[in-house]
């Protein structure tokens, strides 16, 4: 396959793999990325291009999303077989550096990360991972809060996500959250303590995003 190298080659790849509301999703993700990296001084092209691929393995059948992971030398651990829903973030990665000849680690981990999360989130991966919530595509009850908490302090955005995240879970009857999701959330409460700024949103998180598949 050819080389990703510019905003048309990456939208023609993703029109190729996904449904069109789907691309409508990663096409308003790229955008809302680009203008949250250079609100908060991330690299705006490459959380534009993070934020158009980002869903590139989304309807790839599931053994494919194994396989991805396996070949690139990240397979899929026992936590992760325990939740489905993350494999295509951690595919995603794979498939566009093994099959699009995407080498930039800075990409490839937004990319990997987006779902989950994990501690020690770089500011690109921040970015990524809340422009995924905030997307003008995006119409959940809580939409507007979660962008305005984007706006003021991007940590507090991505708390507030991580909190929906949990209780989604819980009402689903999930035994856990994802353990990289977890360290994060323990990370942003520990770092928001000692920083003095630990901030609670007015709304209810277990009401954000019931659209954020």
């Known amino acids: 396959m ?4 510019t905003h048309e080659q990456a939208q023609a790849l993703m029109a190729s793999l996904l449904p069109p509301e789907r691309l409508r999703h990663s096409v308003c993700v790229a955008d809302a990325a680009e203008k949250l990296a250079r609100r908060c001084g991330a690299d705006a092209e490459k959380a534009w291009l993070a934020g158009m691929l980002h869903d590139c393995m989304k309807y790839a059948p ?3 999303q194994q396989k991805l992971c396996a070949r690139n030398g990240t397979p899929l651990s026992a936590v992760d077989l325990d ?7 951690f ?11 995407v080498t930039d680690a800075e990409i490839l981990n937004a990319v990997r990360w987006h779902t989950t999360g994990r501690a020690g989130m ?3 991966e921040k970015v990524v991972f ?3 919530l905030i997307s003008d595509d995006r119409v959940y009850p809580d939409v507007a809060q979660v962008r305005a908490l984007a706006a003021e302090q ?3 955005a991505a708390k507030y996500i991580l909190e929906y995240l949990f209780a989604k879970l819980e009402r689903e009857g999930k035994r856990m959250e994802h353990p990289a999701s977890r360290a994060w959330y323990d990370e942003l409460i520990r770092e928001a303590q000692e920083g003095g700024i630990l ?15």
């Open 2 to 5: 050819e080389r990703i190298r």
């Open 122 to 124: 770089t500011l690109l």
């Open 62 to 64: 599931p053994e494919l």
């Open 83 to 89: 939740s489905p829903k993350v494999w295509h973030a």
């Open 199 to 213: 901030h609670e949103p007015t709304g209810t998180a277990a009401n954000a995003c019931e659209a954020a598949g």
């Open 154 to 156: 991007l940590d507090a």
């Open 130 to 132: 809340v422009a995924d």
């Open 91 to 101: 595919a995603a990665a794979a498939y566009l550096r093994l099959e699009c000849g």
